[in-house]
Nanobody
């Protein structure tokens, strides 16, 4: 079992920045690829970014490429999502997820999920 707890969400104006954090506990964190998803009201969950367990590779949705950066600190069991140049359409609940020894960009590829943190971007 892996427990994931997100933090760092909030209200920000368009053009601003936020950094989301996800704290992991349970099985060895370094064995998991970590991802971020988001879900806006009335919309399907959307892949945002993923980082491999070794941090050698990262992948992003086209909608956030160049604005968001995913990173991790295996010594602290933490994964981060730095979000810059935020837009109103980035408003959503952001959730982190863990995938054991595989790289995934769809919900079905992840094994564990956090509860999510709300990000609201005002225009």
């Amino acid at each position: 079992q892996v427990q994931l707890v997100e933090s760092g969400g909030g209200l920000v104006q368009a053009g601003g920045s936020l950094r989301l954090s996800c704290a992991a506990s349970g099985r060895p964190f370094s064995s998991y690829s970590m991802g971020w998803f988001r879900q806006a009201p009335g919309a399907e969950p959307e892949f945002v970014a993923v980082i491999t367990w070794s941090s050698r590779s990262t992948y992003y949705a086209d909608s956030v490429k160049g604005r968001f950066t995913i990173s991790r600190d295996n010594a602290k069991n933490m994964v981060y999502l730095q979000m810059n140049l935020l837009k109103p359409e980035d408003t959503a609940v952001y959730s982190c997820a863990a995938a054991y020894r595989k790289v995934a960009t769809t919900r079905g590829g992840f094994d564990y999920w956090g509860q999510g943190t709300q990000v609201t971007v005002s225009s």
